[in-house]
């Protein structure tokens, strides 16, 4: 067991947008390990992006504001951070990478500006010219050594020397050492010809190549966390599965820890080690990959799983879940799942069923045990 | 319309669009150049069936539907709808025959006029259609919300108020309120959840099985053509490489492209997880396409000849109701999608 | 809510109320609403009966020279004993008046163009090549500057107002042309219209129905707000000299403004100035005002959010989407889908 890179305790958002309030996320609760890869799937409105944006504190607070709960990282509790010093917390070590590449890259800059202006604030940020909020030690993130395929610069900052920071620290870069370690970023996420694409606009690369320079900006702040939010889902598929193995390949390289956001299904259970299934802003089920979709406890999770069309036309009608996502507005009491589930009791509709863990599951080390919020896990397997 | 002839016949149908020189290539004499979004496609649909259409972005599939409905106008080939040819209908006549053929839009915000109401958007084709009065109008479009799974309470409702899921129902509606015979389905849950995914294709088997509805099904989700399909078409920049019935199709596919489509999909099933894509390269241009088989650069099994000939669509080895554009149909027939996937090195993957 | 559609007096009886709702919530519209009201029915009351606003004639000598405002003078006198509360309130009717007509007429005129030119402008149709023409003419007007133009056309016709106006009028249009032909092209191929199109509806209709009710937010705001600038652009020409005579017997603000600044001390007779500079700011800032509250009127989204909230039936549908992350509250207070099991 290591200890997490960020650990999300008890966290809860809510939107207030004119007379309603919209409670997008509640008391949720992660721990994020270097190399482990967390997913959380759900559908949309289900609050999986409000926490994606909430733990670097990306949410625009207002109409957002953190009700309780700690995000803490690198020995700092995130929530505690005062608005105006937010800036001090970016390009510490959280990274992230957005749904829509082209909308997330500058379109009036070329693939060198863009991932040299990260590779420069995280400079910048080493060498102390820049005030961070964030205490401790130089982020040293990776806790892997990297494979042979990063090299040179990439390789010199996650060995803690202490020289080689010292002699860092005494001059600012040149333009053309920017520029050499934009390559080795553009070569470490498989890009054939780094020279070429250096000198493009993002509107003149394919989205996946978009994509692929998004992962390399966020890669280049050397994040000891990566916040990935539907980071394919405007893929082709084809090309997706390509930019699917490359993350494989590199979360595996430089061992960073990494929350997975999609909606689907398919795509966490081919990254993800750990998911969180969310629902009306809880974690319903929480566990190892392998073991919540292969035997989901909570009839939600089940339901989900069931309603992905795998059959044809003449093996009868797809089994589709009945009524809608509730209101953020107006959840129901109780469980918020009780309206649509074929196993509600009256106890679902008092209480809110606690997120525990199942009785006689041994996860591995740094991922969740198995966990439903469901007072009737046992019964889940017998559903149809 | 006879009843046993195929309701729609699509021959060589090619749409080019021009692009538009600059100054530089003006002056320098440069032939102009045109995206080949369709390039040569033929493609029969029967009364009652749905073809599935599946490719990517740049595939041309999008294109080709607007085709069909015309949407667009064909650079060459030929439309003919019930026997008769509709390659050239225009003015009254055009506005008349989409009567019969009618289109479900992938994005269910942005098809739906923001200022209309859910009454007056879904009675637009039928006011459109036979000039009925605006109370008749209502009256039809009360009587069609039941059969899209909405209430008739929201006659009066703006589109936003609605769900996803209810405002492609919406769309569904509008689509079948003037008794189509033909309805191009282009992406219509691509922007759905899976829940209300699996509700809006159950609902278009039903209204197909009750109406007689024939569909052409434009998407990239396999999984919602494997439900809604009889046959597949696969479409790899703007040309077929391969169609045949569903279940067979999907379950051995012959060209390396649908092999390499299907090995793509992620599955929910962690035990198949870990597994690496092998195919590399982005989806080329379609500008000015280079002879030889499209998918030659990407593809796993290319040999010379594939880069200089084009391939032409011919029954697939051993199946008289399949076709197939590869030169090495035979050889590579019956490597299963699973190849064009590598396990990761053991050492790197820790197997929770 | 099922049955025959509501009838026009019950829909223009709702509309009120929508109206009505939305100005109450956003109480600057109201005031500009309120404003514009007043100044209307004042330039109204002007024109019909003087007397009853105005005190004294444009030039009628009252006797009190440079006198600060009083309760007899409202905005005090000028050198010349003339009133400047009655200049000012005769000032009013031709400085409206001039708004509306020029940015009316240029949005007639040039937004009709720019309808024309944006929807039919397919290459190699006549629709096509009109619009061509159209774009060519419309950019050689815009090239002039008004001011020049306006000085340029009263040494052809004379000074005056009329010459203004037009040289205004003309130069104003085009501008419209623009407006409304980007507005078009951003329309007529969204999603809803080829949906319409594939429907069978025809393509005037399509026009009608689909592009031109949609781009009428956009165009209405810009235009209240371009009367205010029509009336602004129209007392800088009185202010160089060449529109209005001042004093005069048809009084004109900025002409007035021109006059007091260069006749007299504005430290020692600041009201000179400032009873004319004031009237222009007023009705250009209730012009600014109103543009704001028909934003809201004219979008469904937040006006059906404020019937939906005022009548308490439900939350406001619709959450703005800007404020949020993507996907974060999407379907909620959606009543349609409930129950539509398949």
Redesign the interface.
């Known amino acids: 067991m290591t200890d997490p890179v960020l650990r999300v305790e008890d966290l809860s958002i809510a939107y207030t947008v004119g007379a309603g309030t919209f409670r997008a996320v509640s008391g949720v609760s992660l721990d994020l390990h270097p190399g482990k890869v967390v997913g959380i799937v759900g559908e949309t409105g289900c609050g999986k992006s409000t926490l994606a944006q909430a733990i670097p504190r990306l949410l625009p607070e207002p109409p957002a504001s953190i009700g309780h709960g700690r995000i803490v990282f690198r020995g700092t509790d995130l929530v505690q951070v005062p608005k105006r010093k937010l800036p001090m917390i970016r390009g510490t070590g959280i990274g992230m990478i957005f749904q829509e590449p082209l909308n997330s890259l500058n379109p009036a800059y070329r693939v060198l500006d863009q991932i040299s202006e990260s590779i420069r604030i995280r400079h910048y940020r080493d060498m102390g010219y820049v005030r961070t909020f964030v205490g401790g030690e130089v982020p040293f993130d990776y806790s892997k050594r990297p494979t042979a395929t990063v090299t040179g610069s990439l390789a010199k900052g996650i060995i803690p020397d202490g020289a080689l920071e010292e002699a860092a620290r005494d001059r600012l870069r040149t333009r053309s050492e920017f520029r050499n370690e934009v390559l080795e970023y553009l070569r470490l996420v498989r890009i054939n010809d780094p020279e070429t694409i250096l000198r493009l606009f993002p509107h003149e690369l394919s989205g996946g190549m978009r994509q692929r320079i998004m992962i390399a900006m966020a890669l280049s702040e050397r994040p000891s966390v990566l916040i990935a939010d539907e980071p394919t889902s405007a893929l082709d598929v084809t090309i997706q599965a390509q930019v699917l193995t490359l993350m494989k390949e590199l979360i595996d390289e430089v061992n960073t820890a990494v929350l997975f956001i999609s909606h689907d299904l398919g795509v966490i259970a081919e990254t993800a080690d750990e998911v969180g299934v969310m629902y009306a802003g809880r974690i319903v089920e929480q566990g190892p990959v392998a073991e919540v979709f292969h035997d989901p406890r909570h009839p939600y999770t089940k339901a989900l799983l069931r309603a992905a069309p795998n059959r044809y036309k003449s093996d009868g009608p797809l089994s589709a879940m009945a009524g809608n996502v509730p209101n953020l507005a107006k959840l129901p009491d109780g469980c918020a799942f009780h309206p649509r589930c074929p196993l509600a009791r009256p106890a679902c509709r008092a209480v809110v069923p606690p997120l525990a863990p199942l009785a006689g599951t041994s996860p591995p080390p740094d991922i969740s045990a198995h966990k439903s919020a469901c007072f009737f896990p046992d019964e889940v397997p017998g559903l149809p | 319309m006879s009843g046993a002839g195929p309701l729609l016949e699509v021959e060589g149908l090619e749409k080019h669009f021009p692009i538009t020189r600059s100054l530089g290539e003006v002056v320098g004499r440069a032939k102009p150049r045109a995206v080949h979004a369709v390039d040569g496609v033929s493609l029969t649909i029967r009364p009652g069936e749905?073809v599935g259409l599946i490719g990517?972005?740049g595939s041309g599939k999008t294109t080709l539907g607007w085709l069909v409905?015309r949407?667009h106008a064909p650079t060459a080939g030929t439309i003919r709808f019930g026997g008769n040819d509709v390659t050239h209908l225009s003015g009254k006549a055009l506005?008349?025959?989409?009567?019969h053929v009618?289109?479900v839009?992938?994005?269910p915000v942005?098809?739906?006029?923001?200022?209309?109401r859910v009454?007056q958007i879904i009675g637009?084709?039928i006011r459109?259609?036979t000039g009925a009065s605006?109370?008749q109008t209502?009256a039809r479009v009360?009587a069609l919300l039941p059969t899209v799974?909405?209430?008739?309470?929201?006659?009066?409702?703006?589109p936003?108020?609605?769900?996803?899921?209810?405002r492609q129902?919406l769309?569904v509606a509008?689509a079948i309120s003037?008794d189509p015979q033909l309805m191009v389905l282009d992406e219509p849950t691509s922007a759905l959840?899976?829940?209300?995914?699996?509700?809006?294709?159950?609902?278009l088997?039903?209204l197909q099985r009750e109406r007689k509805i024939a569909y052409l099904l434009i998407t990239?989700n396999?999984?919602?053509v494997?439900?809604?399909?009889?046959r597949v078409a696969v479409l790899y920049l703007g040309q077929l490489v391969e169609l045949g019935p569903?279940?067979a199709l999907l379950e051995h596919p012959v060209h390396p492209y649908t092999k390499?489509?299907l090995?793509?999909?992620?599955?929910?099933?962690?035990?198949?997880?870990?597994?690496?894509?092998r195919?590399?390269g982005?989806?080329p241009s379609l500008v000015d396409p280079k002879p030889g088989c499209r998918f030659a650069p990407r593809c796993p099994f290319v040999i010379d000849r594939c880069r200089v000939e084009d391939p032409i669509l011919r029954p697939a080895p051993g199946a008289a109701d399949r076709l197939v554009a590869c030169h090495r149909a035979e050889e590579v027939g019956d490597v299963p999608p699973e190849a064009l996937l590598a396990p990761?090195p053991s050492a790197?993957?820790?197997t929770? | 809510m099922a049955g025959p559609p509501p009838s026009i007096p019950r829909r223009l009886l709702a509309g009120l109320g929508v109206l009505w709702r939305v100005l109450r919530s956003n109480p600057l519209s109201l005031f500009g609403f309120v404003l514009i009201v007043v100044i209307g029915v004042v330039a109204l009351l002007v024109v019909v009966d003087p007397p009853l606003l105005v005190p004294y004639g444009p030039q009628q000598l009252t006797g009190a020279y440079l006198q600060g405002p009083s309760s007899k003078h409202w905005f005090g006198t000028d050198a010349n004993s003339f009133d400047i509360y009655s200049n000012v309130m005769l000032a009013l009717p031709l400085d409206l008046g001039i708004g509306v007509l020029v940015a009316g007429t240029a949005l007639l005129a040039g937004g009709s163009l720019g309808l024309l030119a944006g929807f039919f402008d397919a290459p190699r149709t006549v629709g096509g090549a009109a619009s061509v023409v159209i774009l060519r003419v419309t950019d050689v007007f815009l090239s002039f500057p008004s001011l020049i133009l306006a000085l340029a056309l009263t040494r052809v016709l004379g000074l005056g107002v009329g010459p203004t106006v037009l040289a205004i009028g003309l130069t104003w249009w085009p501008f419209y042309v623009r407006l409304v032909r980007g507005e078009v092209l951003a329309v007529k191929n969204l999603p809803y219209v080829v949906a319409a199109r594939a429907s069978g509806v025809s393509e005037w209709r399509i026009l009608g129905r689909h592009v031109l009710r949609n781009i009428l937010e956009p165009v209405v705001v810009y235009f209240t707000l371009d009367i205010g600038t029509v009336l602004v652009t129209y007392s800088t020409i009185g202010f160089v000299g060449v529109a209005s005579k001042y004093p005069g017997p048809q009084p004109e603000w900025g002409a007035m403004l021109a006059f007091y600044q260069s006749s007299g001390a504005i430290n020692a007779y600041p009201w000179e100035v400032l009873a004319p500079g004031a009237a222009i700011f007023v009705t250009v800032f209730a012009f600014s005002l109103l543009g704001d509250g028909l934003r809201d009127i004219l979008d469904p989204r937040t006006r059906r959010a404020f019937v939906r909230s005022t009548t308490g039936h439900e939350p406001p549908s619709e959450v703005p989407a800007a404020t949020l992350p993507s996907g974060t509250v999407p379907s909620v207070g959606v009543s349609p889908d409930r129950g539509a099991t398949t």
């Open positions: 749905t990517e972005s409905a949407l506005r008349h025959w989409r009567s009618q289109v839009f992938q994005d942005g098809s739906l006029d923001p200022r209309l009454w637009e084709p459109a259609q605006r109370t209502r009360e799974g909405l209430p008739i309470d929201c006659l009066d409702q703006y936003h108020e609605f769900s996803g899921g209810g129902r769309s509008r003037v959840d899976v829940a209300v995914q699996a509700q809006i294709l159950n609902r088997v039903e990239h396999v999984a919602a494997r439900y809604v399909a009889d569903v279940r390499a489509l090995a793509a999909v992620p599955v929910p099933d962690a035990r198949r997880r870990k597994l690496r894509y195919i590399q982005d989806i990761a790197l993957s820790p929770p």
